[in-house]
């Protein structure tokens, strides 16, 4: 029988890849889930109003302390959200305390996903006694109860931006750690990584050049996830008064609102909007990240 | 001149306390140029065999004996040192193409992959112009290289396996189970391919399968292994019949597992199932290891193990108490 030397054309889909079945760009992917189009909403009106808002929209210049007149001043043309307890715009102020949250929670998650993919990329690869002393620390991580720790670590070291990000980073981790490794033990028993041994690569470049890119959908959609965590415990943090005082994030904005007696004093204009802000960024990130979840993961497919 | 010799090879795998011996005394030898198939169900040491000779058994698993490969010692070497002879002297067509290629990086870059190891010194131009000539040779339009694995249908992922396999030129070639979740024209397919190449470039071939019909389309010569051990081995028209020539497999084992096949051009008979499994292997077996789904065992079977004895001249060998004519 002769070779049949014409190349056949079909095209299958992937079989047990966590690729999606075709290669469209995550964000059509996204787009194209209902949950994930409402997030990606989200986030994208909170980013363009909190990066690009400060450049556009004009600002009296900062007036406070004038007089008792300016201070808690509701909504009006000059002041588009009010005036707080000291005279100063709200509306700047929410649109710079969103840059701040941001700051945070994208610092911390990087801090997080650094360690997290690193130890379970580690920890799934190599197995053995290196994977159980790395998930005994995990697991050790993973059932700490995580916000008395922060709101401890946050006393005890200090207040800045720099401290908050790494408090809350270094205590996100642990679950991406967890779900790596598993990928990663189960694509380390595949034929692929035996034909790269066999071909003399180290064991760093089988992990960085065969095994990452196989995981990093998953790391990916996991960012997402531990990033809406972030800039939830940021302002839990802040609002506890264990903020940055120089660099206010919304969560701060809502410490000084609230010990300013604003709420008392029923000066919804200062409490809402910080609090909005938070309410639909985290809330856009779940979305975003439980729909690339759910198209990334497999096992996650069609569970919900 | 032999390309291959294997002698007294055994393989034991650790797990916990237990130690099991997947291949035991097992002497095969490839000539350049020649094709020889191992056959046997699941689970009778094929695979181990077949990994043992690169050098790629897992951590747990300990090989002794001997397996030279063109003169050169491949049992205790170091890792760098068998790195320079798989690929350029032995490569391995692995088993399921799906899972042996990497699904996010194009197929070019991973053919690449055995060439920039091996020859660092290749130009680039050089190093696409020979990708280009290996997916010709295996029948894939060089215009897709730039395509990725889930692009390919389960016959081309395993062109590009075999493709990759000679980008360094070996002189052996190990295939297992290469036509594996394949259907029926892609395995034909594959197979000739094999055949071909196997003839053109003068490669020893090692199959590695439990189909017959593919190792009898393949190769020269033909192993039977059963529970780790060879039980028969021969010429492959000699013991499987090829052609106008009559099978006369000696081993009870071969004699089942050909009755297992339809067979397309003899009579019309149901093929038969064996029944039964291999046996345990991390209980140390007195006699023969065939003994329990033997259907013409005798008392001696049960205390003494057979050993390999001559059926008809020297090239075909079986281990059976019944052959040569002391037990009748």
Aim: net charge neutral; glycine share 10%.
């Amino acid at each position: 029988m002769s070779l049949d030397k014409r190349p056949s054309l079909p095209v299958e889909p992937g079989e047990d890849t966590m690729q999606p079945s075709s290669r469209i760009p995550w964000w059509r992917a996204v787009w194209g889930d209902r949950m994930g189009r409402v997030g990606l909403v989200l986030v994208v009106v909170v980013l363009a109003l909190v990066v690009v808002g400060p450049m556009i929209f004009p600002f009296a210049a900062s007036s406070f302390g004038l007089s008792a007149d300016s201070i808690l001043q509701p909504p009006s043309g000059g002041h588009w959200l009010g005036t707080d307890e000291l005279g100063r715009d709200v509306f700047r102020q929410v649109l710079v305390g969103g840059q701040i949250s941001l700051l945070v929670g994208l610092s911390a998650t990087a801090i997080a996903m650094v360690v997290g993919a690193g130890l379970g990329l580690v920890s799934g690869y190599y197995a053995g006694w290196r994977d159980n002393v790395l998930m005994r620390i995990t697991d050790f991580f993973l059932v700490l109860p995580t916000l008395p720790l922060i709101i401890a670590l946050a006393a005890l070291l200090g207040q800045s931006v720099v401290i908050t990000s790494l408090v809350i980073g270094l205590t996100s981790w642990p679950q991406t750690t967890r779900i790596i490794r598993s990928q990663v033990l189960s694509l380390r028993e595949r034929p692929l990584v035996l034909r790269v041994r066999s071909l003399g690569a180290t064991d760093r470049r089988t992990i960085w050049v065969h095994i990452f890119p196989n995981v990093s959908p998953l790391i990916f959609a996991n960012l997402v996830l531990v990033l809406a965590g972030a800039i939830l415990s940021e302002a839990s943090l802040a609002f506890l008064g264990l903020g940055d005082p120089v660099h206010v994030s919304w969560g701060t904005m809502l410490h000084f609102a609230f010990t300013s007696g604003a709420m008392s004093r029923g000066a919804w204009w200062y409490v809402l909007p910080p609090g909005i802000g938070i309410v639909i960024l985290v809330l856009g990130f779940s979305l975003v990240g439980h729909s690339l979840d759910r198209i990334l993961n497999p096992q996650s497919r069609g569970a919900r | 001149m032999t390309l291959l010799e294997i002698k007294d090879l055994c393989v034991d795998y650790t797990v916990g306390a237990d130690s099991l011996r997947a291949v035991d005394q097992v002497s095969i030898s490839v000539a350049a140029g020649e094709a020889v198939g191992i056959a046997g169900e699941s689970g009778c040491g094929k695979t181990t065999l077949g990994l043992a000779v690169p050098g790629l058994l897992p951590a747990n698993a300990t090989p002794t004996g001997s397996v030279q490969l063109l003169g050169e010692e491949m049992i205790g070497r170091s890792e760098d040192d068998l790195n320079e002879l798989r690929w350029t002297k032995v490569s391995f067509i692995f088993q399921g193409a799906m899972n042996a290629l990497n699904p996010v990086h194009r197929i070019d870059r991973q053919i690449l992959e055995p060439i920039r190891t091996h020859e660092p010194n290749t130009a680039s131009a050089a190093a696409k112009e020979r990708v280009s000539q290996l997916l010709e040779l295996v029948g894939v339009s060089p215009s897709r290289a730039r395509s990725f694995p889930h692009e390919f249908s389960g016959g081309m992922r395993q062109r590009v396996m075999i493709a990759m396999a000679l980008a360094c030129r070996p002189s052996l070639l190990i295939a297992d189970e290469p036509t594996t979740a394949l259907d029926v024209i892609s395995q034909s397919q594959i197979l000739s391919l094999l055949g071909d190449l196997q003839r053109e470039q003068q490669l020893g071939l090692l199959l590695i399968s439990h189909d017959l019909a593919a190792i009898r389309r393949t190769c020269d010569r033909v192993v039977v292994m059963y529970a780790g051990v060879v039980v028969e081995t021969g010429p492959t028209a000699v013991i499987l019949g090829r052609g106008t020539e009559k099978r006369t497999a000696a081993h009870p084992y071969t004699q089942a597992l050909i009755k297992a096949h339809p067979d397309l051009a003899g009579e019309r008979v149901l093929a038969q199932a064996l029944p039964g499994h291999p046996p345990d292997l991390s209980i140390p077996i007195k006699g023969c290891r065939f003994y329990d789904r033997c259907s013409v065992r005798k008392s001696i079977c049960h205390e003494v193990a057979p050993t390999l004895r001559p059926v008809a001249g020297t090239a075909h060998l079986a281990a059976c108490h019944l052959v040569g004519g002391d037990v009748t």
